[in-house]
């Protein structure tokens, strides 16, 4: 005996269904997605701070072979930040003298607009332990400063502090 064969259908999907599955996993995924925390505790490498000469000088770089101090003619002024144990800013330093965050735009304004000043660029010295965002405050103060002929501070260099040097509370 014979069987007859039906005639085949072809099979249909139907895709409404595998899209509303789609945009539910979709969705469930962007709903419970979340990112980890973008600043923690980075860890910075800064290069070492590269002296910009006064590019008005008479004398061409390196042409005076007695000098043996390489950032003489340099007119750098150097700040030091001190971390706290949880990366703050327990104290800082222009040059010598000790002073908060606090006094960081004053002191600054008082030392770069004047006439008699003889800092073009700024070398921020930071401690390893210094969070980064506390690192982008001194920063931003650094920038909003302007030079005894009405320009702004646009020479900032950074080095990392050794690690034995104290003075950091």
Known sequence: MRRK????????????AMLDMAFQLLTFFI?????????????????????ITNPNAVAKAGADTSNVDPVQGVNSLIISV???PSGGI?????????ISFFQLGSELKGVLADPGSPFDQVVVQVGSGVN?????????VCTHQKLADGKPLNKLSFVELPTDGGGGG
């Open 31 to 51: 709903l419970t997605f979340k990112p980890a925390p973008v600043e923690g505790q980075i860890d910075l490498r800064l290069p070492p701070p590269q002296p």
């Open 90 to 98: 327990a104290n800082m330093a222009i040059g010598e003298r000790q």
């Open 132 to 140: 980064y965002e506390n690192l982008m405050k001194v920063i931003d």
């Open 5 to 16: 064969r039906r005639k085949q259908e072809d099979v249909s999907l139907n895709l409404a």
């Open 82 to 84: 001190f971390p706290t």
